[in-house]
């Protein structure tokens, strides 16, 4: 274990920032559960599906930023700026391309799309009426997003905060008044919520355009090195983010799987899945900061040469992996009741109960998120190895977890509760192939171009 309370400062110092970041960003699909939970159940149900397209988006993009994320990290461990701006520039033209088809997908096809998700008519109804409106944050998001995300490889993280907390003033503001007609102004209901949104995005990319003119001074990124970009990183990059890509979007797919399997089961466990789904992300946000910082400082190591310190380092992470877990997991177990009293009595009983007992498996399979997660894309990812993650995933979600719960689902009639548990139980069992491949140390790996004095004879 370390004892050099400057890196626990440090270390906890950038989780904390992270987690705020996270908790503002998922503050705003929070808000905006709660708000249209108040205004009707049908109306939440099936703003939570189209909360799944925006997952989907949400991993995609997170996938195309983890890229610049590595690579950057281990640059600036090198002291090496100049190929950061590159990796940007390419991270954000796989982004824009996602970011688009999926624009184009839910234009198009927004009923077909909910369809798949849910065979409740009112749900369908209000989740369309949201599409319409909300598919235009897409692109916007995905620039914000990236830009933010490259920012953290050099340990500029304050910016994502202050663009989340714009986000969320502005998105509870508008909801206030666009949802439910107040002040004079219009009652839209879900095309209400999905304006709010909207607005707020583009805010986000407006203030992240102006720290980046008049405020980062490191990258000093602008718009020409953004387009007219050394093409020789696409590789790099390629090499990096394809298997976080494939890795991620294999996880936002089954994410929708998931919720098409519960929705599939009635409109009372859609709303209480969209509950608990919610309460998990908000109060799981420290582990996933965790996760993040322990990226950041693994791969700075790595980059810096200092790999004979990593076995202290990740001891003591996982150990602070465990405690996140244990804390998370506890609030989560011992909040449930009280966050339901914010919904009023627009909630039924039966999606009341639901969302009790699916808050009550989310608490014990938080410990086993918060390490194995962590380590996974946390230490191992940071630390260059970007293909276990996908590999593993790719075998338990589409081997196991989505065809065992279909078949709890619809052959044996299994309770919510049981298909639910169903659905995240490899949280548990994830912990065993994660723990034996990060005590493999197979996952060290330099994944920057070398110095000319590293290759000279």
């Avoid at 920032?17 to 705003?28: I, P, R």
């Amino acid at each position: 274990m370390i004892r050099e309370k400057t890196f626990y400062r440090a270390f906890f110092a950038l989780t904390l920032s992270l987690a705020l970041q996270n908790l503002l960003t998922f503050g705003v699909n929070l808000m905006d559960t709660v708000m249209l939970g108040r205004y009707s159940q049908e109306a939440m149900s099936g703003v939570s599906l189209c909360n799944q397209i925006q997952f989907l988006l949400q991993m995609l993009v997170g996938g195309a930023g983890e890229g610049a994320v590595v690579l950057g990290s281990q640059y600036w461990g090198k002291k090496k700026l100049d190929p950061i701006s590159s990796i940007i520039g390419v991270a954000l033209r796989f982004g824009a391309a996602l970011s688009v088809l999926l624009f184009i997908l839910v234009l198009l096809f927004p009923e077909l799309l909910l369809r798949l998700l849910s065979n409740d008519g009112g749900v369908i109804a209000q989740g369309a009426q949201y599409f319409q409106i909300i598919c235009f944050s897409y692109i916007i998001f995905t620039v914000t997003n990236i830009l933010v995300a490259s920012l953290r490889s050099i340990g500029v993280v304050k910016i994502g905060y202050a663009i989340s907390f714009s986000t969320l003033c502005i998105n509870t503001a508008l909801n206030y008044l666009l949802i439910y007609g107040n002040f004079g102004c219009p009652e839209l209901g879900v095309r209400g919520a999905a304006v709010a949104t909207l607005v707020s995005r583009c805010v986000e990319l407006l203030i992240v355009i102006y720290y980046l003119k008049h405020r980062e001074k490191r990258l000093n990124l602008t718009l020409k090195k953004l387009i007219f970009i050394d093409g020789s990183y696409l590789r790099d990059y390629n090499r990096i983010s394809s298997p976080v890509l494939v890795n991620q979007a294999l996880w936002g797919v089954a994410q929708m799987v998931q919720t098409g399997i519960l929705g599939h089961l009635g409109g009372d466990v859609t709303a209480a899945n969209a509950i608990a789904v919610q309460v998990y992300q908000v109060l799981s946000v420290v582990a996933y900061g965790a996760a993040s910082a322990s990226g950041i400082v693994v791969g700075r190591s790595i980059g810096e040469g200092r790999q004979s310190a990593l076995r202290s380092l990740v001891t003591t992470l996982q150990a602070l992996f465990i405690a996140i877990g244990l804390v998370s997991g506890g609030l989560i177990f011992l909040m449930r009741a009280p966050i339901l009293t914010v919904f009023g009595g627009s909630l039924t009983e039966a999606a009341r109960k639901l969302a009790l007992q699916f808050m009550a498996v989310i608490a014990v399979t938080t410990v086993g998120t918060s390490y194995q997660m962590a380590c996974d894309t946390g230490i191992i990812r940071g630390g260059g190895d970007t293909a276990f993650s996908a590999k593993m995933n790719l075998i338990s979600m589409w081997g196991i977890i989505v065809p065992f719960s279909a078949m709890a689902a619809f052959c044996w009639k299994s309770p919510p509760a049981a298909v639910f548990f169903l659905l995240k139980w490899d949280q548990i069992y994830k912990i065993i192939p994660v723990a034996l491949r990060l005590h493999s140390w197979k996952w060290v790996r330099s994944v920057t171009r070398p110095d000319a004095a590293e290759t000279a004879p």
